[in-house]
T-cell receptor
């Protein structure tokens, strides 16, 4: 089955700097890659996702890149702000029929934005 | 829509007692997921349903855990008997379909077993 590895487990960056979180997946059939943000004491919420037919997607200060050949994808946050402090989860799943299409989450990255 | 609804929000119980967690998914969503979250193990998928049918329960830790979805608007996760190591936050999530769609999480149930 699918396996998703996420690194680093903890990341501290100075406010205003960029943060990068990386994930790898094992199943080449995976074609949907969402990222969730979980603030302290709250539920995980989707912040951005990418499908395998594109290599990059941006939404204001966040972007996700996908390398299907290497089977890895990354989350980039630019101009970090205090409210970016949270745990970020990457995930992978297969959108399609006849396969086990459950979503597999990485272990999460705790991002600290330092003042 | 009110989003995914879970109850109770907090549960404190003694070891050996039965615990039942409840979830109401978003109307129109066909897939429902139960997750457990702890500091040590992160976010673990316990079981998921498609159209009320359990598809994958390989994440259910042991026979003490069971889940049902009698209809499209209600699901339960039961632990009997409960143990201290079951203490965690349990999330329910729903999505249009299992793969390729955003999952909407409920607020979670914080379970403490003493």
């Amino acid at each position: 089955g699918e396996n998703v590895e996420q690194h680093p487990s903890t990341l501290s960056v100075q406010e205003g700097d960029s943060a990068v979180i990386k994930c790898t997946y094992s199943d080449s059939a995976s074609n949907y890659f969402p990222w969730y943000k979980q603030e302290l004491g709250k539920r995980p919420q989707l912040i951005i996702d990418i499908r395998s037919n594109v290599g990059e997607k941006k939404d204001q200060r966040i972007a996700v890149t996908l390398n299907k050949t290497a089977k890895h994808f990354s989350l980039h946050i630019t101009e970090t702000q205090p409210e970016d402090s949270a745990v970020y989860f990457c995930a992978a799943s297969i959108e399609g029929s006849g396969r086990d299409d459950k979503i597999i989450f990485g272990k999460g990255t705790r991002l600290h934005i330092l003042p | 829509d009110a989003g995914v609804i879970q109850s109770p929000r907090h549960e404190v119980t003694e070891m050996g007692q039965e615990v039942t967690l409840r979830c109401k998914p978003i109307s129109g969503h066909n897939s429902l997921f139960w997750y457990r979250q702890t500091m040590m193990r992160g976010l673990e998928l316990l079981i998921y349903f498609n159209n009320n049918v359990p598809i994958d329960d390989s994440g259910m830790p042991e026979d003490r855990f069971s889940a049902k979805m009698p209809n499209a608007s209600f699901s339960t996760l039961k632990i009997q008997p409960s143990e201290p190591r079951d203490s965690a936050v349990y999330f329910c999530a729903s999505s249009r379909l299992a793969g390729g769609y955003e999952q909407y999480f409920g607020p979670g149930t914080r379970l403490t077993v003493t």
